[in-house]
């Protein structure tokens, strides 16, 4: 019988034959009347899977694994929450873990039972080194894993990191502490394995001892970068706590204009009070309860009259709390002269801040108005162009609809505190809007 015939014979052969192999039907072809038989060759392969993503309308393979899939779970849900530096781990100095992992590894005993010498000695050196190898690198690997990559971050936690340690400084900590852990582990495994080749107890011992000193030394003099992780995990865990969901309001303005008065007034913020300009050195933050409601109050630090390449990186904190936070802002002026900002300037900087960010909710306040002169304050550098009506009337009463205040006379401060109860209610609202919208977006 031919190969052809005989797989052809092999398709048609009933179920019960094939599977059991016991069937009591006779062999042969088995037809209906009306019923016609094709040859048919049957082939069969493993299945497949292959996930699509839609691209232009068009399905698109993509290979993920099931790793990839969490880890891309992970990181999304990351970027639409802040509160990581709060999730930091406790970094230990780098004295406090080469003493711990010193002492456990000279703990430990050779394996029972062996009765030779040498033997017993090298296998005692091979495990003290692998032990303080691993008491080294687990830490080490432990904070590489619980310390977030910069781009999994929330953009405001972002940039804050940029801002308070430094553009690719946290980047370069992290990078130093693995190639310390890569070293910790290669060299451990290296004098281990000596160790563990040695010949005699004289030659063991000498190796163990050799592999101690050289891990030793390499994690004091590059240990250092421990030390600055441990300084990091400090600044970041300091930083203030932001709640998305909580409306939050922004006090924003030129330096020493009083926004730091304004929030010991409003909130249980205690910011440093001081007649000199960039008081406010970071983000602080305090909170209003207004009827049983909690809101946030920011104190930023001041901006001056420049363009954003020129600015500080104090500046450039409120311009993040600005772009990346859902805020109201409170705009504090000083007209009084007090402030070192002219009001020319303070005009400038007031424009170009209401246009960048139109979107937010917004209120306007003077403050030191028990200081206000019947003629504005006229400084050297001001533009005097009289034809400047805008400018002019600013000088006067700042702009349209603004509050004035005093602290040291609480002139207007009732007044403030109603409207700014007001407009965390309005910023609440749009919170909730907004909520509303991305969750339909999401169903449909």
Not at 41 to 62: G, I, R
Not at 117 to 137: P, T
Not at 310 to 326: F, G, I, Q
Not at 356 to 371: G, Y
Request: proline letters at 5%; a positive charge; hydrophobic letters at 35%.
């Amino acid at each position: 019988m031919s190969k052809a015939s005989t797989l052809f014979h092999l398709c048609h052969t009933p179920s019960t034959t094939s599977l059991l192999g016991t069937s009591k039907f006779p062999r042969g072809l088995y037809m209906l009347p009306g019923w016609k038989v094709y040859p048919t060759l049957y082939f069969c392969k493993s299945v497949q899977t292959t996930t699509y993503e839609v691209v232009n309308a068009s399905y698109v393979p993509t290979a993920q694994t099931k790793e990839e899939k969490e880890i891309k779970d992970k990181s999304s849900a990351k970027l639409d929450t802040v509160g990581a530096f709060q999730k930091l781990p406790m970094v230990m100095p780098s004295v406090d873990i080469l003493y711990s992992a010193l002492k456990k590894a000279k703990r430990v005993s050779p394996t029972q039972g062996i009765t030779n010498i040498a033997k017993r000695e090298r296998n005692r050196g091979a495990k003290q080194l692998d032990a303080l190898m691993k008491e080294l690198a687990v830490p080490l690997r432990t904070y590489l894993e619980d310390f977030p990559k910069k781009k999994y971050l929330h953009p405001y936690e972002r940039s804050l990191v940029e801002l308070t340690l430094g553009d690719g400084n946290y980047e370069e900590v992290l990078g130093r502490v693995n190639a310390l852990r890569k070293n910790v582990v290669s060299v451990g495994k290296e004098h281990a394995s000596l160790c563990a080749k040695s010949l005699t107890k004289r030659e063991a011992e000498e190796r163990l001892s050799e592999g101690m000193k050289k891990i030793e030394e390499i994690f004091s003099c590059e240990g250092k970068a421990v030390d600055a992780l441990l300084h990091i995990a400090k600044t970041l865990r300091a930083m203030p706590v932001v709640d998305l969901e909580t409306p939050t309001l922004c006090l924003v303005g030129a330096p020493n204009v009083g926004k730091s008065s304004l929030v010991r007034i409003l909130s249980t913020g205690k910011p440093e009070v001081c007649n000199y300009p960039f008081t406010t050195r970071g983000i602080l933050m305090g909170h209003i309860v207004f009827n049983y409601q909690n809101f946030q109050v920011t104190d930023t630090p001041g901006l001056l009259k420049r363009c954003d390449e020129d600015r500080n990186n104090l500046e450039k904190l409120t311009l993040a709390v600005l772009s990346h936070l859902p805020t109201a802002i409170l705009y504090v002026h000083d007209l009084s002269g007090e402030c070192g900002t002219s009001p020319s300037d303070q005009f400038v900087i007031y424009k170009e801040i209401k246009e960048r960010f139109a979107d937010h909710l917004w209120l306007d306040v003077v403050s030191k108005c028990d200081l206000l002169h019947k003629s504005p304050v006229v400084f050297v550098t001001d533009d005097d162009n009289p034809d400047h009506v805008e400018l002019a009337r600013y000088r006067k009463l700042g702009p349209d609809g603004a509050i004035h205040v005093s602290v040291k006379s609480e002139a207007g401060l009732s007044e403030l505190k109603v409207r700014v109860h007001e407009l965390l209610t309005s910023q609440m609202a749009k919170i909730s809007s907004q909520e509303s919208n991305q969750e339909n977006l999401v169903i449909t």
